[in-house]
């Protein structure tokens, strides 16, 4: 199995002795990431499977200017939440219909409306839950961002995914 690479940019000044990521950036050196510095940002890529940071990590990684790619992250949403507009910001998030016409999509429809996703719904509670990702592809962080400022819409940690799918609540949609 090819493994899964996590691309995390950190400003340099969040990397240093004393910033915010201090520590995390370290850590992540520790564990095997490859480190690249570019237009003043420390770049750490690495096996995601390994190397996940945790929820509050990537919180500090986006607040302090950073971005990421390949983090394994789900979805959340309420019955609320499921009928939100998809921000543009993420992929799939519009649709041309029979007369030529861009639609947006909800995200209950946006989730969908791709191969291979499994949505999963909570018995009794109208809360659904995904994976993180579009047609595959793991969503990144801003796309992850403009989702989680929604209403109802949840950016939770892959251990909280993999925990609730596991708790028996959870079926298939």
């Known amino acids: 199995m090819a493994k899964e690479l996590s691309k995390i940019v950190v400003p340099a000044a969040a990397a240093k002795t004393g910033g915010a990521l201090q520590s995390f950036v370290w850590d992540a050196i520790v564990q095997g990431n490859k480190v690249r510095f570019a237009?003043?940002?420390v770049i750490l890529i690495g096996d995601s499977l390994?190397?996940?940071?945790?929820?509050?990590e990537v919180r500090t990684i986006v607040t302090q200017g950073g971005s990421f790619e390949g983090i394994k992250l789900g979805l959340e949403f309420t019955i609320g939440g499921a009928g939100l507009t998809v921000p543009a910001v993420v992929p799939g998030s519009t649709y041309t219909d029979d007369n030529g016409e861009t639609q947006t999509r909800t995200?209950?429809?946006w989730a969908q409306s791709q191969a291979n996703l499994e949505i999963y719904e909570k018995a009794g509670e109208q809360l659904y839950i995904i994976k993180g990702q579009y047609n595959g592809k793991l969503l990144n962080s801003a796309a992850l961002a403009a989702a989680h400022v929604q209403?109802?819409?949840n950016v939770i940690e892959w251990s909280v995914f993999t925990f609730r799918?596991?708790?028996?609540?959870?079926?298939k949609l």
């Not at 390994?50 to 509050?56: G, I, K, M, V």
């Open 39 to 41: 237009g003043g940002n």
């Open 50 to 56: 390994e190397n996940q940071p945790d929820f509050e």
């Open 107 to 109: 995200w209950l429809q």
């Open 151 to 153: 209403n109802g819409v």
């Open 165 to 171: 799918l596991g708790s028996g609540d959870w079926a």
